[in-house]
């Protein structure tokens, strides 16, 4: 009760201060530059986690290598990327320019086949998903990796043992049972991401927040445009959250004797029990047992 008092005065308070302008967030909240920055961010969250996802499969599997030399590649690897700050890469991916000016591709230690200037190569764009997709890979490395030693290692031994290689039995059985213990904090990076991405505003870069920021640059309306922005990431954590239940729901099969309702199953079942109709008296005649006396 205290708990339903306490929401209901702050729901009060945000909207009905006059400072919130709500009508200044209906106005900006569907405007064709903001619809675009949404997008970006989609994007950059899309591309980013899609990078970040496969690399960070490879990075875990040669984590747990015998080789000394390909688990400790992986190791700094993640060692370095965790170590410094997402903000920081980004910086250093956007102005990657100045210490290397022209990228070329060819032979080790012999010719270049391929120039390419840094500045038109790498721009505001490409430098984020740099940024944002080779640091999510470090987390997503320990993330699989985790996933990959909660299953039983006989299931290794008896694939070996059928004549599949390593890597046969990572891919067939170990990563398919490791999922599900994989995909809850997956679902949590992709939404950490979303968020995350509200750092490339740094370069310049037209996602959510840099939008409303113009915005807001132009009309110092600072309060109305930020609730427009807050509002658009609270809506698409939504979805991703909805979507993160119904993929964990689909991985535990198996593994659970009952899966968990759904939120709709959810919302029929509190409806049925406060329409449930009161039980019926007892019918046992006086004198019987759990009868009236």
Not at 88 to 93: A, G, P
Not at 135 to 154: F, H, K, L, Q, T
Not at 175 to 194: W, Y
Request: positive net charge; charged residues 10%.
């Amino acid at each position: 009760m205290i708990v339903l008092v306490i929401a209901a005065t702050i729901a009060q308070t945000v909207f009905t201060n006059p400072r919130f302008q709500w009508g200044v967030v209906a106005q900006y909240f569907s405007t064709i530059q903001v619809l675009g920055g949404l997008l970006a961010t989609i994007e950059l969250t899309i591309v980013a986690m899609v990078i970040g996802i496969v690399l960070g499969t490879l990075l875990a599997v040669m984590r747990l290598s015998p080789n000394p030399l390909v688990a400790g590649i992986s190791w700094l690897y993640i060692w370095f990327l965790r170590g410094t700050p997402v903000l920081v890469q980004i910086l250093f991916w956007n102005f990657v320019s100045a210490l290397f000016p022209d990228i070329g591709l060819g032979i080790p230690f012999g010719p270049t086949f391929i120039h390419a200037n840094a500045n038109s190569l790498i721009g505001p764009f490409v430098a984020a998903i740099l940024a944002l997709g080779l640091n999510e890979a470090a987390y997503m490395a320990e993330i699989v990796r985790a996933g990959i030693i909660s299953v039983d290692p006989g299931q290794t031994e008896a694939a070996q043992a059928l004549g599949m290689t390593r890597l046969q039995s990572m891919r067939r059985i170990v990563l398919p049972q490791a999922m599900r213990v994989i995909i809850p904090p997956t679902g949590n990076e992709t939404i950490s991401m979303l968020k995350t991405t509200s750092l490339v505003s740094v370069i310049a870069y037209s996602e959510l927040l840099y939008s409303v920021q113009t915005i807001y640059n132009r009309t110092f309306q600072i309060i109305p445009l930020l609730m427009v922005a807050v509002i658009w990431y609270l809506i698409v954590t939504s979805v991703l959250t909805i979507g993160q239940f119904y993929i964990e729901r689909h991985f535990a099969r198996g593994t659970a004797r009952e899966l968990p309702p759904t939120p709709l199953q959810r919302l029929r079942g509190l409806l049925f029990t406060f329409h449930a109709p009161p039980a019926a008296p007892s019918a046992l005649p006086p004198g019987t047992l759990g009868g009236p006396r």
